[in-house]
C-alpha cells in the first residue's frame, strides 16, 4: 500500500470537506463531553458512596465481669478474625471521656460509678465492608468469650449496599446507552461526510482500487476527527472546572474532583470514536454496487 | 478473450439474460447496442464483475465469474479501462490528478507515475491541460480526460458505456475517432451505445441486446 498516499489523502479529505469535517469533530466532541461528564458524575458518587462505607466500625463491647487481664487476649483473638483491619482498644476511662465529651456530663458525678465497659473498635479490610462480610465477623465476635455485645450501623451498611447496587447497574445500563447513542451519532456524522464522497469511493473501485485502500483514507480521517474533537472536550471539560472552581472557590474540590487520568481517557475515547465511526460508516459504501 | 456463456442474469425478479452468450476477440471493435434498458450497462457489469450471472460464466482474461474471489475483483479492474457517460471524473482535483489516481490506487511505482500520465494524456490530445480542473473543460475535454484515465494503466480490454451519450455530435465523432485509434493500436474496445450513427461509422462487429439474448447483427448500408 502506498503509505504517504493515503496519508495525504486522509490529511486532504479535511480540505476537500471542510465544514462536514467540523460537524463531525463538534459531534465528537459533544458526544465526548456528555461521557465525560457522566464519568465524572459516576467516580464522584462512588467515592462519596466509598467514603460513607469507610466509615463503618464496629464496636466491640467487653462483659463487665471479665478482669483487666482479659483485655488483651480478647483483643488478640479479634484481631485474628479474617477481615478486621485494625481494633483499637478503648478503655473503661476512655469511655467515660468519649462520654463526656459527647454528652457533656461526667458518668462519674451522676452515677458514682463508672457503668460503661471497655470496648474494641474494630475496623474491616475494604473488601469486607459489607453486610455478608460484616454479620460473618459479627457471628466471630460473638463466639469469642468475654465479649458482650457488638454494635456497628447495620442498617446504613445495607442501605449503601443496596443503593450502590441499583447505582452501579443504573450507571453500567445509562454508560452502555450513552456510549451506543455516540458510536450511533458520531458514525451517522461520518457518514454523510463519506457520502459526499461517494464519487470518489466508486472511482477508486472502478480503477481498481482494493477494500483496505479505500478504507484507509477514512480512517485516518476519523482518528484525526476523533483527536481533534478529544483535544477539543479535554479542552472544555478542563476550561469549564476552572471557572467553576473560579466562581465556587476552592471548595468546590471538596465536591468534584477530576482525576488527571480523565483527559487521556476521554482523548482515548474520541480516537476509537473517530475510528469506529468511520470503520461503520465506510463499510456501507465499500460494499456498494460501483455502477 | 472475453466469453459469455449461458448467462442469465435476474435483477429485482426481471430477468434481464437468458442464457444469453457472445465471444470478443483480442484487437476488436464491438459495438454493443439495444434499447434503452434492455441490458447494455448490465453486461457491463458482469463484465467488471460488479455484478454475478445467476447461471452461466462470465470469462474476461483470465477471471471466470465463478471462481473470482472477492480480493481478486480489483485486480481484474486494473486490466480494465472504463469510460462513463457522465465521465465520472473527481472534480476536487486537477486533470493530471484524476488520471494519476488510477496509478496511486493500484500502487503503481511513484516513479513511473508522471511518465505514464504525461503518456496517457498526450495520447487523448490532452498534455496542454494538465492542471485544468474539470469544471473547466468542454464535455468533450472530459470524456478524453476519463479515456486517459482508462489507458493509463495499460488495459487488455477497454469498455465505453455510452461514451457520447452527453456530448454533442461533433464531439461525438471525435471521441469515436479516439476510440477507434486506441483500437487501431491493438487495444480490445467495447462501446455500449444506442446512437446507430456512431455505430455505423465504428464499422466494427455488432453485437445486440434482443430478447434477452446476445445475437450478431450487420446494419443495412443506407
Not at chain 1, 119 to 141: C, F, G, V
Not at chain 2, 21 to 34: D, K, P, Q, Y
Not at chain 2, 72 to 90: A, E, H, M, N
Not at chain 2, 156 to 161: E, N, R, V
Amino acid at each position: 500500500m502506498n503509505i504517504l498516499y493515503t496519508l495525504k489523502e486522509g490529511v486532504l479529505g479535511f480540505r476537500r470537506a471542510r465544514l462536514s469535517m467540523v460537524v463531525s469533530i463538534m459531534t465528537i466532541t459533544m458526544s465526548l463531553l456528555i461521557l465525560g461528564l457522566f464519568a465524572l458524575f459516576y467516580r464522584n458518587t462512588s467515592s462519596i458512596m466509598q467514603s460513607f462505607r469507610d466509615r463503618i466500625e464496629m464496636e466491640a463491647f467487653i462483659d463487665q465481669s471479665a478482669g483487666e487481664d482479659a483485655y488483651q487476649p480478647i483483643g488478640k483473638r479479634i484481631r485474628a478474625i479474617p477481615g478486621v483491619k485494625s481494633a483499637a482498644f478503648i478503655s473503661k476511662q476512655e469511655a467515660s471521656e468519649i462520654f463526656r465529651r459527647e454528652f457533656g456530663e461526667d458518668v462519674h458525678r451522676v452515677l458514682d460509678f463508672n457503668p460503661l465497659p471497655a470496648s474494641y473498635k474494630i475496623t474491616l479490610e475494604a473488601e469486607y465492608r459489607n453486610p455478608d462480610s460484616a454479620r460473618a465477623i459479627h457471628q466471630m465476635l460473638s463466639a469469642i468469650p468475654g465479649v458482650d455485645d457488638i454494635i456497628y450501623r447495620r442498617a446504613l451498611l445495607e442501605l449503601i449496599e443496596k443503593r450502590s447496587k441499583v447505582f452501579v447497574l443504573t450507571c453500567l445500563a445509562v454508560g452502555i446507552l450513552l456510549t451506543i447513542g455516540a458510536v450511533f451519532l458520531v458514525s451517522n456524522t461520518i457518514r454523510l461526510a463519506i457520502f459526499s464522497k461517494r464519487k470518489t469511493i466508486t472511482t477508486m473501485k472502478l480503477v481498481g482500487a482494493t477494500r483496505m485502500f479505500i478504507r484507509m483514507p477514512f480512517i485516518i480521517e476519523g482518528l484525526i476527527q476523533g483527536l481533534v474533537g478529544g483535544v477539543c472536550a479535554t479542552g472544555l471539560m478542563y476550561a469549564s472546572y476552572a471557572a467553576a472552581s473560579h466562581l465556587i472557590g476552592p471548595e468546590l474540590y471538596d465536591f468534584i474532583t477530576i482525576e488527571p487520568m480523565l483527559y487521556p481517557l476521554v482523548l482515548a475515547t474520541g480516537l476509537a470514536l473517530g475510528f469506529l465511526g468511520s470503520v461503520i460508516s465506510i463499510r456501507k459504501f465499500i460494499g456498494e454496487n460501483v455502477m | 478473450m472475453v466469453k459469455l456463456s449461458d448467462v442469465s442474469f435476474t435483477f429485482d425478479g426481471q430477468k434481464i439474460f437468458d442464457r444469453a452468450a457472445c465471444e470478443i476477440h483480442r484487437g476488436e471493435f464491438v459495438s454493443l447496442v439495444g434499447s434503452t434498458g434492455s441490458g447494455k450497462t448490465t453486461l457491463l457489469r458482469l463484465l467488471i464483475m460488479d455484478l454475478m450471472p445467476s447461471t452461466g460464466t462470465v470469462t474476461v482474461g483470465n477471471y471466470i465469474s465463478q471462481h473470482v474471489t472477492r480480493k481478486q475483483i480489483p485486480l481484474l479492474r486494473r486490466k480494465l479501462g472504463i469510460v462513463f457517460q457522465d465521465f465520472k471524473l473527481l472534480e476536487d482535483r486537477s486533470v493530471y490528478d484524476n488520471v494519476a489516481f488510477a496509478l496511486y490506487v493500484t500502487n503503481a511505482r511513484a516513479s513511473n507515475i508522471r511518465k505514464r500520465v504525461l503518456h496517457a494524456l498526450a495520447q487523448v490530445g490532452l498534455s496542454h491541460k494538465t492542471v485544468s480542473m474539470p469544471n473547466n473543460l468542454s464535455g468533450g475535454e472530459q470524456q478524453r480526460v476519463a479515456v486517459a484515465r482508462a489507458l493509463v494503466n495499460d488495459p487488455f480490454l477497454l469498455l465505453a458505456d455510452e461514451p457520447t451519450g452527453n456530448l454533442d455530435p461533433v464531439t461525438s465523432q471525435e471521441i469515436l475517432k479516439l476510440l477507434k485509434d486506441i483500437n487501431a493500436e491493438g487495444m480490445t474496445v467495447l462501446m455500449a451505445t444506442h446512437n446507430y450513427d456512431l455505430v455505423r461509422k465504428a464499422q466494427g462487429r455488432i453485437v445486440q441486446i434482443k430478447d434477452r439474448k446476445l445475437q450478431e447483427v450487420q446494419l443495412k448500408v443506407k
